[in-house]
């Protein structure tokens, strides 16, 4: 298949569109990370996405919306909760897991009875929708396993040949995925950390949020995952990553202490020029965002220099840097050492 690769502007917007209409995949971007994106009304259509990310079945996608009148059929209801927090950080990274509606297709849902909705803030993916009329089932558009592409270029090194079109709509601002919450149990849950952090998803609810088992650790063994897409080993770069708990200089010291493992580095910024060690900077210590911004770049280079070992200095946490922290811990093959 010939994959166009395409600006963003309004005639490439209609074709992208038409070919989703057609009930074909496309590649696009949000906010997060680009998304490959199929009718979420059309089965077959989203099967297709299921192929050109090699994704397991049983791992359900996030239906995108444009606008509120768009959740009729998808869900079966919209609890309170869900308006709570449409209000609060709708349009935006946020995607609330919901009792499913009659509508989705079934390869949506890998057989659940509930859906995640998001409402995406970025212009291309909402022109797209409103073009369209459709709602959009969109997993990241990285091949399973592989860290999820914060550019377009990401997005053809890893789908070219798979998918009839990718939109490129420049960087994407956040660079990890949406912060996932479910409302349908007793206490609201939250299963996956993004940008939108667990104190503003409180403050919004004026409620206790659960962290879901699987987020700050590996998942026991016989322990079952609340969100399928927790128990894959994900993110897995070529490298060896271990995560060094400590200060600047105790990580210093254990990197020097393992030189004849020709480690690399993957520290904060400004950290390089006190290593003598090849390094890859991974945004400002203490800044949860502008790590999650850099966090899938660095993996992605990584990968190009190789095998090897590095040793990662570690998040914090906390704040917006949790969902950095449950990224990298991945990466790492849960690999943390206390300094
Ligand atoms: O930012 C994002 O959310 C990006 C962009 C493209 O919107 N999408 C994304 O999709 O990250 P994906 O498929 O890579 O991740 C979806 C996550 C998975 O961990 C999946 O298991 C979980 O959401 N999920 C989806 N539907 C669910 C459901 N009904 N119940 C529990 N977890 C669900
Ligand atoms: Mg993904």
């Known amino acids: 298949?010939?994959?166009?690769?395409?600006?963003?502007?309004?005639?490439?917007?209609?074709?992208?569109a038409q070919l989703l209409r057609?009930?074909?995949?496309?590649?696009?971007?949000?906010?997060?990370?680009?998304?490959?994106a199929a009718d979420a009304r059309n089965g077959e259509a989203v099967s297709k996405i299921f192929v050109a990310k090699g994704?397991?079945?049983?791992?359900?996608?996030?239906?995108?919306?444009?606008?509120?009148?768009?959740?009729?059929?998808?869900?079966s209801k919209v609890p309170e909760r869900a308006q709570l927090l449409a209000a609060a950080f709708w349009p935006g990274p946020l995607t609330i897991i919901m009792p499913r509606g009659k509508e989705v297709a079934a390869e949506c849902c890998a057989g659940l009875d509930s859906v995640g909705i998001r409402m995406p803030s970025h212009p291309?993916?909402?022109?797209?929708?409103?073009?369209?009329g459709c709602?959009?089932?969109a997993p990241s558009a990285n091949l399973s396993g592989s860290p999820s592409p914060t550019t377009a270029r990401d997005v053809l090194a890893d789908m070219d040949g798979r998918l009839p079109m990718i939109v490129d709509g420049g960087d994407c601002q956040v660079g990890?995925?949406?912060?996932v919450i479910s409302i349908i149990g007793e206490h609201p849950v939250l299963l996956r950390p993004g940008h939108i952090t667990l104190e503003q998803l409180e403050a919004a609810l004026g409620e206790e949020v659960i962290i879901s088992g699987a987020i700050l650790e590996k998942l026991k063994d016989?322990?079952?995952?609340r969100s399928p897409g927790m128990k894959y080993k994900h993110y897995a770069p070529k490298a060896d990553i271990t995560i060094l708990k400590g200060s600047f200089d105790q990580y210093k010291a254990y990197v020097e202490a393992h030189r004849d493992e020709n480690p690399a580095c993957l520290c904060?910024?400004?950290?390089?020029?006190?290593?003598?060690?090849?390094?890859?900077?991974?945004?400002?210590?203490g800044d949860g965002n502008d790590q999650a911004f850099h966090l899938f770049r660095c993996l992605r280079a990584l990968d190009e220099q190789g095998d090897g070992v590095v040793y990662a200095r570690c998040p914090a946490v906390d704040g917006a840097s949790m969902a950095v922290y449950n990224r990298l811990i991945r990466a790492a093959a849960f690999r943390v050492i206390e300094l």
């Open 124 to 132: 291309v993916v909402r022109a797209v929708i409103q073009a369209s």
């Open 22 to 36: 057609q009930g074909e995949i496309v590649g696009l971007p949000t906010e997060t990370v680009y998304g490959i």
């Open 55 to 75: 994704r397991p079945q049983d791992n359900p996608l996030i239906v995108h919306i444009a606008d509120m009148s768009m959740l009729d059929g998808l869900v």
């Open 135 to 137: 709602a959009l089932a």
């Open 268 to 285: 904060f910024t400004g950290e390089d020029e006190k290593l003598d060690f090849p390094c890859i900077c991974y945004g400002k210590e």
């Open 176 to 179: 990890v995925e949406s912060t």
């Open 1 to 16: 298949m010939n994959t166009i690769f395409c600006n963003a502007d309004t005639a490439n917007i209609e074709q992208a």
């Open 222 to 225: 016989g322990e079952v995952a």
